[in-house]
């Protein structure tokens, strides 16, 4: 590969990156339903809370379905795994809370990150192995 690819940092964007990994289809799913592939595509930058597939999988039974069919709280759910900035691993846990695009708080202390700081072009990963649900 050129330099030229990776001179920013990775050439694949959020959506991309988390198709290309396999273990997102349902997130990716999520996103496409949701309308937010234009949004994570975008210039970011965008710190990105990534529940897998066993965790989707981990609601219980008809969560799924129902956020799916209810594209506005599916809107919510997913912004609430997004925070604007592109925040690594340390610069979270130095935090409290984060301010998500859902303009909810998510407490930091929450969050159980599996996997840390996968770089994309717009913005940073980090792998959950659960949904994060909104209170409100």
Same mark, same amino acid.
């Given at each position: /590969?050129s330099?030229? /690819?990776f001179?920013?940092?990775h050439?694949k964007?959020? +959506? #991309?990156?988390? +198709?290309s990994?396999?273990?997102?289809?349902?997130l990716?799913? @999520?996103? %496409?339903?949701a309308?937010?592939?234009? =949004?994570?595509?975008g #210039?970011?930058p965008?710190? +990105?809370?990534?529940?897998t597939d066993? /965790?989707?999988a $981990?609601?219980? @039974?008809?969560?799924?379905e129902s !956020? *799916?069919? #209810?594209k506005e709280k599916?809107? %919510?759910?997913?912004?609430?795994h997004?925070?604007?900035?592109? *925040?690594? /691993?340390k610069a979270? =846990?130095?935090?409290?809370k984060l301010?998500?695009?859902s303009g909810?708080d *998510?407490?930091? #202390?929450?969050i $159980?990150? @599996?996997? =840390?700081d996968i770089? =994309?072009s717009n913005? &940073? &990963?980090h792998?959950?192995d659960e949904v !994060? &649900?909104?209170?409100?």
């Open positions: /590969a330099g030229a /690819a001179a920013g940092g050439s964007d959020i +959506v #991309d990156t988390a +198709v990994a396999g273990s997102f289809n349902t990716v799913e @999520a996103v %496409q339903a309308g937010l592939v234009e =949004t994570l595509k #210039d970011g965008y710190t +990105v809370f990534a529940p066993e /965790a989707f $981990r609601l219980p @039974a008809g969560t799924l !956020l *799916l069919a #209810d599916l809107t %919510q759910v997913l912004k609430y997004v925070v604007p900035g592109k *925040l690594d /691993a979270v =846990t130095g935090m409290s301010a998500t695009v909810s *998510l407490p930091v #202390d929450s $159980r990150i @599996a996997k =840390t770089m =994309t913005g &940073i &990963i792998l959950i !994060l &649900i909104p209170n409100s």
